[in-house]
């Protein structure tokens, strides 16, 4: 089974503090994402990397940006966390190689920024 | 712009009725699409999928529709369970890449 792991499921930070989630892939999926999700707006890709210390914006990028130095591990950074950055953050992979198939979710984090 | 539509932000279903859930969706390039189920607390699971060029696919009490003409697909579940009772995304992709992701629909199945 493809298990896609984040690091944390919950995380309370202060505003201001730099903040790191990690997310770790264990199929050799060329592509990971991070999306997050909040009621009403649906799941929102910040930004998608199809390989190593490749990325990509995805739709919400401000306040964030991204790591991925390795295949497996791919990093999400809010450099200087804010009371809007409040939300559920969710890690994915696929395959890549243009073929279409399913993305694996993390459990996801639920981030509070105070 | 949001390029996959859910306009329905919940349902509910008696137990043994059929559901059925919708999405459009405005990019015709779109050549793959899926559903996802999302417990709260939890991350999306993936259910089930269909190509562009297929028009249904079915996996055991799910059933996914697709007109292309009308850029819309659904997902039926047939009969609804209790444990059905989540949030629903549909998906599109082209290329194999990028996602594309509706804003959700809450699913309450009545027992």
């Known amino acids: 089974d493809v298990k896609v792991t984040q690091s944390s499921r919950y995380l309370v930070k202060r505003t201001g503090e730099k903040v790191f989630l990690e997310c770790v892939q264990d199929?050799?999926?060329?592509?990971m994402f991070w999306y997050r999700q909040d009621p009403g707006l649906g799941l929102r890709l910040i930004y998608f990397?199809?390989?190593?210390?490749?990325?990509e914006k995805g739709d919400i990028p401000e306040g964030y940006s991204v790591s991925r130095e390795k295949k497996e591990r791919f990093s999400l950074i809010l450099e200087s966390a804010s009371t809007n950055q409040t939300s559920m953050y969710l890690c994915?992979?696929?395959?890549?190689?243009?073929?279409?198939?399913?993305?694996?979710f993390g459990q996801g984090t639920r981030l509070t920024v105070v | 712009d949001q390029q996959v539509k859910q306009n329905s932000p919940s349902l509910s279903v008696q137990e043994g009725r059929i559901s059925i859930l919708n999405c459009d969706y405005t990019?015709?390039?779109?050549?793959?699409f899926l559903w996802y189920k999302k417990y709260p607390a939890e991350g999306p699971t993936f259910l089930i999928s269909?190509?562009?060029?297929?028009d249904k696919n079915e996996d055991g009490r799910f059933t996914v529709f697709l007109n292309k003409s009308a850029k819309h697909l659904s997902l039926h579940i047939v009969p609804s369970q209790p444990g059905d009772s989540a949030v629903y995304f549909c998906?599109?992709?082209?290329?194999?890449?990028?996602?594309?992701f509706g804003t959700g629909t809450s699913l309450t199945v009545i027992p």
């Open positions: 994915a992979s696929s395959f890549g190689h243009f073929m279409n198939t399913e993305a694996f």
């Open positions: 199929m050799d999926h060329e592509n």
């Open positions: 990397s199809y390989d190593v210390k490749m990325k």
């Open positions: 990019n015709s390039m779109f050549d793959y």
């Open positions: 269909i190509s562009s060029i297929k």
């Open positions: 998906a599109a992709i082209f290329t194999g890449n990028q996602f594309y």
